[in-house]
């Protein structure tokens, strides 16, 4: 695949207000743009049989850069993709997306929204177990019970805190 997409976007692609384009304030494509990145994994490297990605355009509203793997929830009352780093003890619906590679504060980009990527844990991620917002902002953490409201599915246990796991994401913010 290559680094650009038939709607001239690359889900990797990261820009700042300082960058004019579509209208004049950094940004490739309208916030809340979704783009389907089909048997992907990773930050849209085509895999076999990894199964499709979504990806939706946010802007990082908050002072401080997205590692890659950050959880990511909408700011406060925004109506539009103006994002945050998530904190502890949300909803899972209030969660957008996960970072696939660092955006730094201000800036435009794709987080993935649907699909196999990775994600920051916080060194209590067991395989095949639901995840959600860990204590530590922008990490995953397993439900506590199976009834517990997940925003992804782990896939591997993680090497401590601070590492990336692969999961399947499912966010709807």
């Known amino acids: 695949m290559s680094a650009r997409t038939t709607c001239s976007v690359s889900v990797t692609d990261v820009t700042t207000a300082a960058v004019t384009d579509v209208d ?4 490739q494509v309208p916030l809340g743009f979704k783009l389907l990145v089909p048997q992907a994994i990773g930050n849209g490297t085509p895999t076999q049989d990894a199964g499709d990605q979504t990806w939706i355009y946010v802007e990082n509203s908050t002072g401080a850069a997205w590692a890659a793997g950050t959880v990511v929830m909408r700011t406060d009352a925004a109506t539009t993709y103006q994002c945050t780093i ?9 969660v957008v997306g996960v970072s696939q590679h660092a955006v730094a504060a201000g800036s435009f980009s794709f987080v993935l929204r649907e699909g196999m990527g990775e994600v920051l844990c916080d060194g209590n991620v ?8 860990a204590a530590n902002p922008g990490q995953a953490t397993i439900v506590a019970a199976d009834t517990d409201d ?3 599915f782990a896939t591997e ?11 399947l994401f499912n966010c709807l913010g």
Request: no cysteine; aromatic share 2%.
């Open 24 to 27: 004049g304030l950094g940004r």
């Open 86 to 94: 998530a904190v502890a003890n949300i909803e899972s619906a209030k």
């Open 126 to 133: 067991a395989a095949n177990q639901g995840i959600i917002v």
């Open 150 to 152: 997940a925003f992804g």
């Open 157 to 167: 246990v993680d090497a401590g805190a601070g590492s990336l796991v692969t999961a």
